[in-house]
């Protein structure tokens, strides 16, 4: 995750998530208990809704963001309408950015929440993925 203004207050978090539900409380650079869902049944190298969440030891303020690392998704995001956050994508990476937007920071060690809609148009893997396989 990085602070506003640049410069990150720790190091840039790559989150390389397919599913992580047995993370548990884990913290790296600040970020605790990683998860990626899917609402409804996902299918290989289909458009779906994505689900991140995540707990900060710090606030989450406007200008903050958390980098997700989606191996073998694809995507063409433009910031969907009736989003909490700014989501941007990044098809040579595989990285989606959930940028805080709001002008109220969500509280440290409290659950974020960000959805991704099936506007966004972010596909899963052409091959599908392992069940509970933690990326690359």
Known sequence: WARA???PTAAVMLLALMALPGAGAQC???ICSPKLTFPSTPVAGEITEVVVQWTLEYD???GDYVEVRLPGFSGQLANPSGVEFALAWSQP???????QIGATPKAANVEITATVPVSAKISLPPLGGAKDDPGA
Do not use: P, V, Y
């Open 5 to 7: 203004g640049g410069a």
């Open 28 to 30: 790296a650079t600040g």
């Open 93 to 99: 990476s595989e990285t989606l950015r959930i940028s």
């Open 60 to 62: 989450f303020q406007a």
